[in-house]
């Protein structure tokens, strides 16, 4: 290797380093970075939060429904949460941006909250999670799984049952 | 200066246990005379963190991931392993497409790790041109695990029953790519460290371990193949798709750092070439189970070839989701005792340069 030419063209090239802050830090698609969370798909099913080998997710119980805590401080970004999510209720984003004041290191949290509903069969309150579709044969129309959702989990197992026999 | 009954001719030095030659720490005691090392002692366990107790406190899934964080540079062969001996006693075999997935993630890895140790010999060396060179041409395999896998060291590719990752035509074209443009790079490094003066001034000759003695400590992956034995676990047992690979097992004579450097940069040569082969003929279908299978109780062992060196996993279970042990063998281990040759007749300011060239990992070997 002839280091004058590679030094002619390190000069040439300029900088490898990135220019951040003050300039655009390359981020590729698929980097694995900041947990989301959408409650809407989210089955309920809790499986994130035991996989999770950080301990870095928890579900709570509260009046008003089932809360998602993902803490960003302590989670370690394997990604094995959106793996085995079976809706992708939780994903990995590609935003890196995690640097944070002292003050706020409290507040690095995922936060989402799966409300309570009245079904609309029984009356009785249940959690609104998006209903376990996906090994249902014949799949479900758009329209039934609406109507699966609105119900509480004992009417889900009924209407599932009645729609098999029917 | 007339001898002093009085002060012994030998004298003990402190080496380590910080900044040796990485930045991990291992601590020698080597006796001196005048500037040639007649005696070494290695002292272990400074950063030990119970990573074996903690995996006992898991379950399987979890497991996957804590012990790709054992250590930075293998931390893809950990995991591998782990859920190879949990495939063992599951009796699982993976689908097709997996293995060859699994096997392009191993020597992505190796490419990195052995640029990395090459790049620090160069540092040691007092070559400061060359490590940045050879950085910035790992830098290359950086982005592309960044790109590929979304980490430039934790890959996250394993899981028990096959891999998380699966490569798009997108992406197996960007892998081409940046392979292309490591190839002639990598080529032209070993013309260097073939050539430079400089480096084998300060590396031929030096840290020699015969091939008796190496076969004696049980040394293990670059260290075994530079003193001529002929041995990877590619080959010997093949895991993965490694059977369906041509693995070209480069063997030098002498035992030297020099050798064991090139043994590595060979190695990334090979490794590149057989990650274009993997592209090729990776096939179709799944990447994995799709479930998260149970693991019966049972008993297993298995081991692959890290950057390193052969790598031994034991796993017993009990039918339940936590491991009752786990327990692993890391090619670090056996390379240590290696040391105790490479020393013999070496000199103070060679120490660091012979310490490196085994490619020390200590956080997997004090876990």
Redo the contacts between chains.
């Keep these: 290797m002839n280091f004058l030419s590679l030094f002619a063209r390190n000069l040439r090239r300029g900088p490898y380093t990135e220019a951040f802050p003050f300039g655009p830090a390359k981020t590729p698609e698929h980097l694995r970075a900041r947990i989301t969370f959408d409650p809407k798909q989210c089955e309920g099913c809790r499986l994130c939060e035991k996989v999770c080998p950080a301990g870095a997710i928890r579900f709570t119980r509260t009046p008003g429904g089932m809360t998602f805590d993902c803490w960003h401080a302590t989670c370690v970004f394997c990604g094995t949460c959106e793996f085995y999510c079976p809706t992708k209720a939780v994903k990995q984003s590609n935003d890196w941006h995690l640097a944070h004041a002292q003050g706020e290191k409290y507040a690095q949290v995922e936060h989402g909250l799966i409300p309570n509903q009245i079904c609309v069969e029984c009356g009785a309150k249940a959690l609104d999670t998006a209903p376990a579709v996906s090994h249902i044969k014949p799949p479900l129309s758009a329209e039934e799984v609406t109507e699966l959702r609105a119900r509480c989990p004992k009417c889900r197992n009924k209407y599932l049952r009645s729609r098999k026999t029917s | 200066m007339s001898a002093d009954p009085q002060i012994s001719k030998v004298s003990t030095i402190p080496v380590g246990p910080l900044h040796v030659a990485l930045e991990e720490p291992m601590y020698f005691r080597i006796d001196v005379d005048g500037e040639n090392v007649t005696g070494v002692d290695i002292n272990a366990g400074h950063v030990h963190r119970g990573v074996e107790y903690l995996t006992m406190k898991?379950?399987m899934?979890?497991?996957?991931?804590?012990t790709?964080?054992i250590c930075s540079l293998c931390s893809n062969s950990h995991p591998e392993t782990f859920v190879m001996a949990a495939e063992n006693i599951a009796g699982i075999t993976i689908p097709e497409r997996a293995a060859f997935l699994r096997v392009i993630a191993a020597e992505v890895k190796r490419v990195a790790s052995h640029l990395f140790n090459v790049a620090i010999l160069a540092h040691l060396t007092g070559y400061e041109?060359l490590f940045m060179?050879v950085m910035?041409i790992r830098?290359i395999a950086q982005d592309l695990k960044?790109?590929?896998?979304?980490?430039r060291m934790?890959l996250?590719a394993m899981?028990i029953g096959g891999v998380?990752y699966n490569l798009d035509a997108e992406m197996t074209a960007y892998m081409l790519g940046a392979l292309d443009k490591l190839e002639p790079e990598v080529q032209?490094?070993i013309?260097?460290y073939k050539t430079n003066s400089s480096i084998l001034r300060r590396t031929r000759g030096v840290g020699v371990i015969a091939k008796d003695e190496a076969i004696s400590v049980g040394a293990v992956g670059p260290v075994a193949r530079a003193a001529g034995i002929d041995y990877d676990v590619r080959v010997v047992a093949p895991y993965a798709a490694y059977n369906k690979l041509t693995v070209p097992v480069p063997t030098l004579k002498d035992g030297d750092v020099w050798s064991r450097a090139m043994i590595r940069l060979y190695e990334v040569a090979n490794s590149i070439q057989m990650l274009r082969d993997c592209l090729k003929l990776l096939p179709g279908g799944a990447i994995n189970l799709g479930e998260?299978p149970d693991i019966p109780a049972g008993r297993a062992v298995a081991k692959c070839e890290a950057p390193r060196g052969e790598l031994i996993y034991y796993l017993k279970t009990n039918g339940e989701e936590i491991p009752e042990r786990v327990k692993w063998r890391v090619p670090s281990f056996m390379n240590w005792d290696a040391l105790h040759f490479m020393f013999k007749g070496s000199k103070i300011a060679d120490i660091a340069i012979i310490v490196n060239s085994i490619d020390p990992c200590v956080s997997c070997t004090e876990r």
Excluded: P
């Excluded at chain 2, 960044?146 to 980490?151: D, K, L, R, S, Y």
């Design positions: 898991r379950t899934t979890q497991n996957v991931v804590l790709e964080r041109m060179h910035q830098e960044e790109t590929v896998f979304g980490n934790d996250a899981c998380r032209a490094i013309k260097t998260r």
